[in-house]
């Protein structure tokens, strides 16, 4: 059995969502309340691969909201995904996938050191980053969106917000590799981070966001911000293509211009219906069937048999691998979303 361990956007997101679920006692509450809240298994459900195969999942709901991370409620954030992986585990998922903000509490804390959650010892094969498929998904909606635009990758210019980051390192080393697209620049906020990565890569431009983003024609997103961002939209470059493939969007509001086209980033959409109730709240636009590449790659894993932290730790997503479960999203019937 599969899993996702998820989070709303913002504690007005998650006081609407209560109310509209039937947990009144969720709905008029603060953050106080959330911080103090168990985590629950919200969604069970069956996907069918378009191979014939059918599987079991759930969705567990962690209680994290970004504000423990803006408002500085680390124990809080740090125990949520912690009871969350606990529970995960105690109902018997196998593969679990560590959704939006999960992976980065985890990892920015250092909480593979504390695999003792009361009775239950983690164990960490168990559960998944889900970033390699949601790089992998994110390269080839640049493939598509440049297509549609008739932007030609080797002569184009890349900018990735969240270089650093495990997805935006995993894009950086794809798009070099496989398109060497004409000038790679590498934007984030540890310049120590940056100059490791631009030496493994060899090449890239250290660059800050308001310098980068009049020079790019194409803008990929994944910062890990809590709270989205507002760029106007007459300073980019006619056309330009962006994916936002933040979660919460790093965009804030849609930047609106003639020649600008985003693509949500990271999400794939399957072949065939899904019974869960779980995507609607997240406003998929056909939520049967799109839905996050994090999570698709838990349910990649168990239509595979993978039964392993696929991926895991932090800039360790190889071209290779991200191949390996491209392959495997293509044969199970997932395709990422690139309609502009
Ligand atoms: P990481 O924590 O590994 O990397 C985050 C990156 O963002 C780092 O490079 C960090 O560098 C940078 N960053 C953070 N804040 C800022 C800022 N204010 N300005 C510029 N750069 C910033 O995160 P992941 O790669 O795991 O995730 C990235 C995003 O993708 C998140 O929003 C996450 O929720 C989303 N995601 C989406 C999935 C999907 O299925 N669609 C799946 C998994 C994640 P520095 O700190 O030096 O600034
Ligand atoms: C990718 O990184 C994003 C993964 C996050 C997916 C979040 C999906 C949310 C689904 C809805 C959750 C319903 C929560 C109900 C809360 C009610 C109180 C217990």
Redesign the pocket.
């Known amino acids: 059995m599969f899993g996702l361990i998820g989070h709303l956007t913002s504690l007005e997101h998650a006081q609407a969502v209560a109310e509209d679920l039937g947990y009144p006692e969720y709905a008029n509450q603060g953050l106080d309340f959330w911080c103090s809240a168990p985590p629950q298994v919200v969604d069970n459900f069956q996907v069918k691969s378009v191979t014939g195969q059918v599987i079991e999942g759930k969705y567990v709901e962690s209680c994290f909201l970004p504000e423990m991370l803006t408002q500085r409620r680390i124990k809080a954030a740090i125990r949520k995904i912690l009871n969350a992986m606990a529970l995960a585990q105690k109902v018997g998922l196998d593969i679990t996938?560590l959704?939006?903000?999960s992976?980065?509490v985890f990892?920015?804390f250092n909480l593979k050191q504390n695999n003792q959650v009361r009775n239950v010892e983690l164990d960490f094969q168990r559960f998944t980053?889900?970033?390699t498929?949601?790089a992998y998904?994110?390269c080839r909606q640049v493939e598509s969106g440049a297509k549609q635009l008739g932007i030609d990758l080797s002569q184009a210019t890349v900018a990735v917000?969240?270089?650093?980051?495990?997805?935006?390192?995993a894009v950086c080393r794809w798009l070099d590799s496989k398109h060497q697209v004409k000038e790679l620049l590498l934007?984030?906020?540890?310049r120590q981070?940056?100059e490791n990565l631009q030496e493994e890569l060899g090449r890239g431009k250290i660059m800050d966001?308001e310098t980068a983003l009049p020079q790019a024609d194409i803008i990929v997103w994944?910062?890990?911000?809590p709270k989205g961002?507002e760029i106007a939209g007459e300073m980019l470059k006619k056309p330009c293509l962006i994916v936002d493939?933040?979660?919460?969007k790093?965009l804030d509001t849609r930047v609106k211009a003639d020649g600008v086209h985003i693509l949500k980033?990271?999400?794939v959409e399957h072949s065939l219906d899904i019974t869960w109730e779980i995507m609607k709240i997240v406003e998929m636009d056909i939520p049967s069937r799109q839905m996050?590449?994090?999570?698709?790659e838990a349910i990649l894993l168990e239509f595979e048999g993978w039964r392993t932290n696929f991926s895991w730790g932090?800039?360790q997503i190889s071209v290779n691998k991200m191949e390996a479960i491209g392959e495997a999203s293509v044969k199970h019937g997932f395709c990422p979303l690139v309609a502009l």
Do not use: K, W
């Open positions: 996938a959704g939006g903000f992976s980065i990892e920015e980053t889900g970033n498929h949601t998904v994110i917000c969240g270089a650093t980051g495990d997805i935006g390192s934007i984030a906020r540890n981070r940056l966001l994944v910062a890990s911000m961002v493939g933040g979660y919460p790093n980033g990271g999400i996050f590449a994090c999570f698709a932090r800039n």
